[in-house]
């Protein structure tokens, strides 16, 4: 078969088995590239995220994940929400959950559909191949952008003209070459409303972020306490962050997804219903979810935070009852968010409460800096 009818069968069957773009193009990386992931790193702008280190060189030369790669094909799944996320933010007694988590993993979605893909490369056309989404040492935007799926906008993520911010990004390895036309277009222009919008300046600089001030990196990835002056500005969010890619003007030419398995079904809980929740109860609500990739632990210290900013002093006695927990953690940010729901009578009469049990240094730290 010639390669060009052999493209024009796999964008069919791309997207005949749900996908919704596709774009070809060479397994190389350009040195600029290189370069800026190199700065990302010694600025230490990944924070916690150590395998993004560890990744490098992979990322950097996709013949070290496959020898045999001479086309990448990167793919995208609209994943665009019904409503506009950024409605969410003024809801302060809600537990406001990224639009990416409202319902099943896409993981395990792109996934199956990827290895329907492959099963048909290798049985109908003889070809093999490698499949990857996300969590793979894959430089995913860069390729994404390189391939015409859309460009790398300021807020760092793919923009295409048809679904804006909302694609999620996907790609297939294969041995043979394929035809190829790299883009490097930008339609940014003057905007700099995901720069202006981001709560905690984390897009200080244009198309780079400081991943240890995103409430994406802090909500999902960060294990530890988070930062005293970052957790005003978290608001509502209790698991990632939406709002740079919600602001984005591409999003008024995106049409809603129809993947049934991305729909909301109801994640938004008020942050009371949550405050009731154990480890057992938050692995059964959350067993399809993404969220259940957190843990019980920091999803709570999660609900915590926003608890502590919803100024809902209902909220106290839900949070109390958490003091009894083993992770030194949640107690601290017990401390915090307690602290910033009641008055200075109670603050006194609960700082000798807590003297008289509390042994962790870190605990008592909070205390300190709360009172
Ligand atoms: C680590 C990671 C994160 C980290 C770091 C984010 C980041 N921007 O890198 C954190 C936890 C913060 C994060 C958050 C989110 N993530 Co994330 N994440 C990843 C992951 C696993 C790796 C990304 C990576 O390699 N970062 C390292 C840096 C070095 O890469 P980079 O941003 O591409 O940096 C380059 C540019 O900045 C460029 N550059 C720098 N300066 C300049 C200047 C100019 C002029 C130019 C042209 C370029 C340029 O050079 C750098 C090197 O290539 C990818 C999946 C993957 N395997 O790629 C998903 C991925 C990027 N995430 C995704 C999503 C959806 C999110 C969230 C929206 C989730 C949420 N709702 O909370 C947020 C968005 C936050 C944001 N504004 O980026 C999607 C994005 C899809 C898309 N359309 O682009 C991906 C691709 C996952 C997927 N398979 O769909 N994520
Ligand atoms: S996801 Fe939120 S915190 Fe992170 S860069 Fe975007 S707006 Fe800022
Ligand atoms: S909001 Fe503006 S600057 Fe940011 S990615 Fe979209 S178009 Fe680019």
Redesign the pocket.
Known sequence: MKMKDFKKKIIKKIHAIGFDVVGFTKPS?DE??????L???NKN??GE?RW?ER?YEK?IDPKKMWNKVKTVVVI??NYTPKDNPLKLNNFDNLANI????QNED??DV?KKKLDKLQCWLLNDKGVESKI???????????F??KSNI?W?GK??????KKYG??????EIFLPIKIETKDI?E?SCGSCNQ?REI?PTN??S?????D?RK????L???YKGPIPLSLRKKIGNKV????D??SICPWNKFASESDEKKYKSIGKNMDLEFYLKFDEQKFNLFFQNSPIKRIGWTRFLRNIIIASGNSNNKNLFGHIFKHFNNQSSIIRGICIWAIFQLVDEKIKNKLKKQILSFEKNKYVLYELKMAS
């Open positions: 990386v600029i590239t290189k370069k800026k992931y700065e990302f790193l702008h990944h995220m993004l990744h990322k995208g799944h990224s639009v990416y988590a896409y993981h792109i990857f989404v996300d969590s793979s040492p894959v430089l995913e935007k860069y994404a952008q859309g790398q807020h760092t993520n793919i923009v295409s911010s909302w694609l999620f990004l996907s490097l930008d995901c981001c984390a897009l600089n244009s198309y780079s972020i991943a995103c409430i994406s990196y909500t999902i990835e698991y990632g962050c939406d740079c890619l």
